[in-house]
């Protein structure tokens, strides 16, 4: 009989220990699986993007350029032709900002559509729908969308801007639009809650033209208090604006943006002193975020 039992349970366990291995095996596959799956997500982002700065400067026959509208920068004309949402290029050196910008009827299609038209999970880098850019002028303030991937392209990089030291090495953003090149100086970098709907909130990316001199002195005092570093550098109504906006996982629906001055005639980036930036040791952070680090909330 005892012989019998230790039988049984010697089965009971082996059976157990069977299904625990099954189960462990599938765990295994399934994680594989998925992380296969983020990094050929990766991979293919950039193959694509490397295929589309590969048709930057590529002519196109001029049959297909009398159907094009006019004034577009000969550079661009291919990457319009095969996609006419296609509305400029950004770039920042030494980083992994190098991306073309869609902008369509809204803020939706691009956060999961790549430049071909086709489903990708990280999109691609668009404008918002309701900034003008065009031939005859721009928005005065232009805010670009990107994701932020998890191994460090689309807009991933801007994060980093809480750094004086990455500001400092990295302060010039070439965006240029299917009419005009330019370069902007970077002003700001903050964080914000895009979950927040007291009176604490900062919905900047709502701000793409400043109708007041008060509306514009209200939007900088914000900028100006959220930053996490400071500059001398001038600005005015009368500048023009982009704001680079991608998520920030400090804290749960966090933002980080970016915004920049459009360069004068006859500035360069020698033409400020961006070595004299000071960090700011507490710039005004969103509620969460003093709630998750149990800091004194300045709101309170």
Known sequence: MKRKKIQKNTKSKKRI????IAICLVVFLVSGGVLGYQFYT??????????????????????????????????????????????????IDGTDIDYPVMQTTDNEKYLKTDFYGNYHRLGTVFADYRATISEDGNSDNIVIYGHSANN?????????????????EHPIIHFDTLYKEADYVI????????????ETAFAYHDVHDFATQEEY????????????????IPHTIDDQYITLSTCDYEIKNGRLAVV?????????????DIAS????????????WYDKKGRENPYS
């Open 277 to 288: 930036a000071t960090y700011q040791s507490e710039p005004l952070m969103p509620n969460a």
């Open 17 to 20: 220990y069977n299904i625990l």
């Open 187 to 198: 002003l700001a970098a903050f964080m914000v809650d895009a979950a927040d709907t007291t």
């Open 260 to 272: 920049a001055r459009k360069l004068r005639p006859g500035e360069t980036e020698e033409s400020f």
């Open 42 to 91: 990766y991979y293919q982002a950039g193959q694509i993007r490397d295929e589309l700065k590969g048709q930057i400067n590529v002519s196109v026959p001029e049959s297909e350029r009398d159907e094009l509208p006019e004034n577009i920068q000969d550079k661009f004309l291919k990457l319009y032709s095969m996609n006419s949402e296609f509305i400029g290029w950004v770039q």
């Open 217 to 232: 002195d209200a939007f900088f005092e914000q900028v100006n208090l959220r930053s996490y570093f400071q500059t001398d």
């Open 152 to 168: 460090g392209e689309f807009f991933s990089p801007i994060r980093k801007y809480k750094s004086l030291d990455y500001y400092q």
